[in-house]
């Protein structure tokens, strides 16, 4: 389903532009993976493979890279499973999250030593 999610999005980017013609378009699905790869003449590129993990869970790999209006090459490269979606490369003009402040971090810890006892299978 993640990876559904992921591929609507890099196809909203492309819709944004319907002026975009297709150089490259390749697929391929199978019952336990799958992998697809299109390139559009404005700059848009993007890839995408998944094995399923298990019964239930999808590893995804992918990258997608475009051309801002500004003119600057945005790119990132991402993960998704069942830990979530994870950013493992990107280009230094898209947003990062801040620093996890080091109160947090303390607490983090605190909690992970003295587990609540309720909450314990």
Not at 82 to 93: I, K, M, R, T
Request: charged residues 20%; proline residues 7%; negative net charge.
């Amino acid at each position: 389903m993640k990876f559904f999610i992921v591929f609507a999005c890099a196809l909203a980017i492309v819709a944004a532009n319907e002026d975009a013609n297709v150089i490259r378009s390749e697929s391929e699905v199978n019952v336990d993976s799958f992998k697809y790869a299109y390139e559009f003449d404005n700059s848009i590129k993007a890839e995408q493979q998944g094995k399923l993990a298990g019964e239930e869970n999808w590893v995804v790999n992918g990258q997608y890279s475009f051309t801002s209006p500004e003119g600057e090459q945005v790119s990132l490269q991402y993960t998704a499973d069942e830990n979530g979606y994870h950013v493992d490369a990107a280009n230094p003009l898209l947003p990062t999250p801040p620093p996890i402040p080091e109160h947090i971090l303390k607490a983090i810890e605190y909690i992970k030593a003295h587990p609540n006892p309720e909450y314990q299978n």
